[in-house]
């Protein structure tokens, strides 16, 4: 799973270079337009992501304050992320009781 998500995040960091370059340097025609509204669709997905996993899962996940950053900037793949780490944190926290 760990190659999985490291892989995902690749593919998110292409798609977030694509459209952030798209601000910088915007693409000629219609392309501007089209690449400013799916930067904000993008965003406004992961934060309802956000939303959604951390108010449902609040009491069940170990949260940590970079949890929050991986699910903005990938999504489902940052989900997959921060529970793919709770086994570590579960025997982190375990061992410092």
Same mark, same amino acid.
């Given at each position: ?5 490291? /892989? ?14 798209? =601000? ?9 337009? =089209?690449? /400013? ?5 993008? /965003? ?54």
């Amino acid at each position: 799973m760990s190659a999985a998500i490291w /892989l995902g995040r690749f593919l998110f960091a292409l798609v977030w270079g694509a459209l952030l370059a798209n =601000l910088v340097w915007p693409f000629p025609g219609k392309g501007f337009a =089209l690449f /400013l509204i799916l930067l904000f669709v993008l /965003l406004a997905i992961h934060l309802l992501q956000l939303l959604m996993f951390a108010s449902a899962y609040r009491h069940l996940v170990q949260w940590r304050r970079g949890d929050y950053w991986q699910i903005v900037l990938f999504g489902i793949v940052g989900w997959f992320a921060v529970l793919n780490a709770q086994p570590k944190r579960e025997k982190e926290s375990k061992a410092n009781l």
